[in-house]
């Protein structure tokens, strides 16, 4: 009798346990930069994206011709890498830094994901090189919880519910706490 007293779920002192399941964490970072046309540019793009990540950039290509910006269906125009893990972490810390850790309400999405831009590149601690030139580039965050896989793999896939899901509020909730920051209205 004795032992299962000390065994009880909780004393009134200690604070509840939080559910490991429950927790936020970044399922992968993408960074984007938009060049608008192909050729050099896009490949000095591309090399500001492996120098600042390590990984090989994919190039993206345009969905439709559009004669006002000189683009053609099916023309490389941009290219993104996918970052996850620890590196994703200190990349988005860096760029967090930039934005003086400071987001409108507006960067987050009602599924809980968060983006934003950078002017020039050289801001994340990059040198500056001539040759290279100045990109802007876009950060989009992707948050999730323990548990999300259930909906991506191949066998017994199922949907995740509505209670696990991270919504805009959480997504706030968690950066105000994680990176101390601020967001506007």
Do not use: C
């Not at 000189?70 to 993104?80: C, F, P, V, W």
């Not at 999405?109 to 100045?134: A, M």
């Not at 992707?142 to 548990?147: A, S, T």
Request: proline share 2%.
């Amino acid at each position: 009798d004795h032992e299962m007293a000390s065994a009880a779920p909780e004393k009134k002192g200690e604070a509840k346990v939080e559910n490991k399941m429950k927790q936020i964490r970044i399922e992968k970072l993408v960074l984007n930069i938009a060049v608008g046309e192909s050729g050099d540019r896009l490949t000095r793009a591309q090399m500001v994206l492996k120098q600042l990540t390590e990984q090989n950039p994919v190039a993206s290509k345009s969905r439709l011709t559009v004669k006002g910006f000189g683009i053609r269906k099916n023309e490389e125009i941009a290219s993104h890498v996918t970052i996850r893990g620890k590196k994703a972490e200190e990349i988005l810390e860096a760029g967090l830094r930039v934005k003086e850790f400071e987001l409108r309400r507006r960067n987050f999405s009602e599924s809980g994901n968060f983006g934003f831009g950078i002017q020039e590149h050289i801001d994340l601690g990059i040198k500056y090189d001539p040759s290279t030139g100045i990109y802007g580039m876009d950060f989009y965050v992707v948050l999730g919880r323990p548990g999300y896989r259930v909906a991506r793999r191949r066998r017994q896939n199922n949907h995740i519910g509505k209670a696990h899901k991270v919504t805009k509020e959480d997504a706030i909730e968690w950066f105000k706490t994680k990176y101390d920051g601020l967001v506007l209205g």
